[in-house]
Antibody, heavy 115, light 113 residues
């Protein structure tokens, strides 16, 4: 059974940083593109970032480019999202998702940016 | 970026009746490899989204056959043959042809009358 478990969310002040993790199990992690999708309170889904199976290629939404960095450790089946220069509008539940078609999702981790 | 537009944005359905949701993309989702990269998800209250349909019309593992997807090019439809209480939630379409830019529709809220 595919499992994705996010962690690392919390309350942070504007301008601060957080690092999210997503621990994967139940599939061969190193064979799949992975992504992060967020959902601000009461709103829809917004793709944030993606990374190729090898980690050699990364993709970012314009809203986070230059502030967020996606990475992965295929030896530990873990996906990361380093978030710097956080803004109030980054407040959201962050989900990691598997594959080009996002066929499996974690339960999400809440990031709140507020003073 | 490709814009995904869903209609309606909300739907109230009598149990046992069918429902239909439309998703239109601003550009064709047909890839040169012959595949069309259009997906449908359901997000129930307090839960992450779950994949229902991939590549327009293929039901994901474990998805009941009351869900069906159709369409081509820029126009797509998700149909629920008989809506039940467990089908309540927000339905999203998503495209992944224009990588590296995945984009979602606004969502359609389905409720029971």
């Amino acid at each position: 059974e595919v499992q994705l478990l996010e962690s690392g969310g919390g309350l942070v002040q504007p301008g601060g940083s957080l690092r999210l993790s997503c621990a994967a199990s139940g599939f061969t992690f190193s064979k799949y593109t992975m992504g992060w999708v967020r959902q601000a309170p009461g709103t829809g889904l917004e793709w944030v970032s993606g990374i190729s199976d090898s980690g050699g290629t990364t993709f970012y939404a314009e809203s986070v480019k230059g502030r967020f960095t996606i990475s992965r450790d295929n030896s530990k089946d873990t996906l990361f999202l380093q978030m710097n220069s956080l803004r109030a509008e980054d407040t959201a539940v962050y989900y990691c998702a598997k594959g080009y078609g996002f066929d499996s999702w974690g339960q999400g981790t809440l990031v709140t940016v507020s003073s | 970026d490709i814009v995904m537009t869903q209609t309606p944005l909300s739907l109230s359905v009598t149990p046992g009746q069918p429902a239909s949701i439309s998703c239109k993309s601003s550009e064709s989702l047909l890839h040169s490899n012959g595949k069309t990269y259009l997906y449908w998800y359901l997000q129930k209250s307090g839960q992450p989204p779950q994949l229902l349909i991939y590549e327009v019309s293929n039901r994901f593992s474990g998805v009941p056959d009351k869900f069906s997807g159709s369409g081509s090019g820029t126009d797509f439809t998700l149909k629920i043959s008989r809506v039940e209480a467990e089908d309540v939630g927000i339905y999203y379409c998503m495209q992944s042809i224009q990588l590296p830019r995945w984009t979602f529709g606004q969502g359609t809220k389905v409720e029971i009358k």
